[in-house]
């Protein structure tokens, strides 16, 4: 299963750090992505990253803030968030699949099969 932690509540402008682990799994077999939802909004897509943590990409709001990057020996993937806005304010879900690449729909939530509780994050103005 996965298991995100590292949200909390933080300032705009400041940072937090998401992890996200598995256990039980290959984990370096999985394409790794990070969703977000806010209430009453779909989930949206932030981040992935492909098995071997050499290739990234995010949604276009991300705009340089964040970074994704993954330790395979720890079975964990991580969001780096730097220059928090309210707008971020969500929770936060970690997702993975064995069959997914990114010449697929890496963007698109039913594409992964396996996904983390959530942990929310809140950006106070």
């Known amino acids: 299963q996965l298991q995100a932690s590292g949200g909390g509540l933080v300032q705009a402008g400041g940072s937090l750090r998401l992890s996200c682990a598995t256990s039980g799994r290959t984990f370096s077999n999985y394409m790794m992505g990070w969703f977000r939802q806010a209430p009453g909004k779909e989930r949206e897509f932030v981040a992935a990253i492909s098995r071997n943590g050499y290739t990234t990409n995010y949604g276009d709001f991300v705009k340089g803030r964040f970074t994704i990057s993954r330790d395979n020996a720890k079975n964990t993937v991580y969001l780096q968030m730097n220059s928090l806005k309210a707008e971020d304010t969500a929770a936060y879900y970690c997702?993975?699949?064995?069959?997914?690449?990114?010449?697929?729909?890496?963007?698109?939530?039913?594409?992964?099969?396996?996904w983390g509780q959530g942990t929310q994050v809140t950006v106070s103005s």
């Open positions: 997702a993975g699949d064995s069959n997914l690449f990114f010449s697929g729909n890496y963007k698109q939530a039913r594409a992964y099969d396996y």
